[in-house]
């Protein structure tokens, strides 16, 4: 069983999706917003959990095998101000980079928006990977779209899977930093299997108008990510670790 630091954990899509595997256990959230901890503690009440991730320390948590986590896009969407990798929110990967320094886990697994593959002509994407080869990690990454699980929405984001450099993982239909291109049609099959475990996507029609914390939680649903594509992913993982 991977043990899991979930960071930026949000109402739980990472954690959700990748425990759906039966091969990982998340062992600690660290999220700021009061809401959503509340969800996490409802759904996960013997999971420590952390509220600030620029004060979490890897003594605080202990050996992980994965980081996962969809660090803050506001710089990085082209419906903000595109601050960039840099900027007050989406710097908030460095503190990704800080702590995958410290616990050296086998996995680093991070979303965000696919504006983060192009922006300042890709300036923004090279920096994650070299700030990931910096501590000696390979990685490999696809755009997959919610839609492309059954969502009623496009909501097209980058997933990205980083392993140390000595290792040699291959996750069909993702491309890796060292360039070597996986088919389509790879992708395709890999889908289709997951789709075979994977429970369908919700729309949220379901909240209206007088349901108590409606705000929040249409909040807290923005900003989620599907707990399908972590399942997706997770079940590569899995696969591509017992092939190694």
């Keep these: ?9 949000g109402i739980g899509g990472f954690s959700l999706g990748l425990e759906r595997t039966g091969g990982f256990e ?20 013997n999971v420590r959990q952390f509220n600030d991730v620029t004060k ?15 660090f ?24 990704i980079v800080r702590l995958t320094g410290e616990l050296r886990p086998q996995i680093v697994f991070v979303e ?23 501590l000696g990690y390979d990685a490999i990454w696809h755009s997959i779209p919610a839609s492309h699980l059954g969502a009623p929405h496009q909501r097209d984001r980058v997933w990205i899977v980083a392993y140390p450099n ?3 993982l291959r996750l069909e239909g993702l491309r890796s930093s060292s360039r070597t291109p996986w088919s389509e049609q790879q992708f395709a099959r890999l889908v289709q299997v997951a789709l075979q475990h994977a429970v369908p996507t919700s729309s949220g029609g379901g909240i209206h108008d007088g349901v108590p914390g409606r705000s929040h939680r249409l909040k807290a649903l923005g900003n989620a990510v599907i707990p399908q594509i972590p399942e997706l992913i997770g079940r590569a993982i899995l696969e591509a670790r017992a092939a190694a």
């Excluded at 803050?72 to 460095?94: E, F, H, K, M, V």
């Excluded at 922006?119 to 910096?134: E, P, Y």
């Design 26 to 45: 998340t062992v600690a959230f660290c999220e700021i917003d009061p809401f959503c901890r509340r969800v996490l503690a409802k759904h996960w009440p």
């Design 1 to 9: 069983m991977l043990k899991v630091l979930d960071l930026f954990s």
């Design 72 to 95: 803050p896009c506001q710089d990085i969407s082209s419906a903000g101000l595109q601050a960039g990798i840099d900027g007050a929110r989406s710097g908030l990967w460095s503190e």
């Design 56 to 70: 979490l320390r890897g003594e605080d948590v202990g050996p992980v095998d994965v980081i996962c986590g969809g």
């Design 166 to 168: 000595t290792d040699s």
């Design 112 to 134: 965000n928006v696919s504006a983060l593959l192009a922006g300042d002509c890709g300036k923004w994407f090279g920096r994650v990977l070299g700030d990931l080869a910096a």
